[in-house]
């Protein structure tokens, strides 16, 4: 008689943790990172899921404006933007094979406010370093507060000849 040898449980991690440490990404930035040894919180509409641990960053706007994101790395890696950084269904975009399966990128036009960036794998053992940059060209109006003294005039006004 064959007899099943108990499994043990394990508390799945939940997305919200990938967020708790993100880094900031600031425009025409390159940064360096490594997925290796991180646990897979997070799942995406593309790369079949995005299955292996995933890097999280922050990337604040001002106003509205198209992010252009790109990552070259030495796995089968896969990229994608949300509003809500613990809810998937607020993913904007995802791509997982730009020019082949070591690249991806997005283009996404996003609303002012903060956006979380993911550079996730295809599969359950596709982690390792990447490099992602960032591209951010505004395209609507600038949210600016009222000036706190009246502006000063560059040039002197003209007066009328008699």
């Given amino acids: 008689m064959l007899v ?3 499994v043990a449980s394990h508390p799945v991690p939940s997305s919200g943790d990938a967020c708790r440490h993100v880094t900031t990404l600031v425009d025409g930035s390159t940064v360096q990172g490594s997925t290796e040894g991180l646990v897979d919180r997070a799942h995406a509409s593309c ?3 995005a299955l292996s641990g995933e890097r999280v960053y922050a990337l604040h706007l001002d106003q509205a404006s198209h992010v252009s994101l790109r990552v070259a790395a030495d796995y089968d890696v896969a990229l994608y933007v949300r509003r ?3 809810d998937e269904v607020t993913e904007m975009a995802c791509n997982d094979d730009l020019e082949d399966a070591r690249h991806a990128g997005v283009d996404v036009d996003l609303a002012a406010g ?3 960036v993911f550079v996730d794998g295809y599969d359950s053992d596709s982690s390792g370093r ?6 951010v060209q505004p395209t609507g109006p600038r949210l600016t507060r009222a000036p706190s003294r009246a502006p000063v005039a560059t040039r002197a006004p003209s007066r009328p000849t008699s």
């Avoid at 990447?130 to 591209?135: E, G, T």
């Fill in 4 to 6: 099943a040898a108990p």
């Fill in 47 to 49: 790369a079949r899921q």
């Fill in 84 to 86: 809500e950084c613990a």
């Fill in 114 to 116: 903060t956006w979380f």
């Fill in 130 to 135: 990447f490099s992602l940059s960032v591209s």
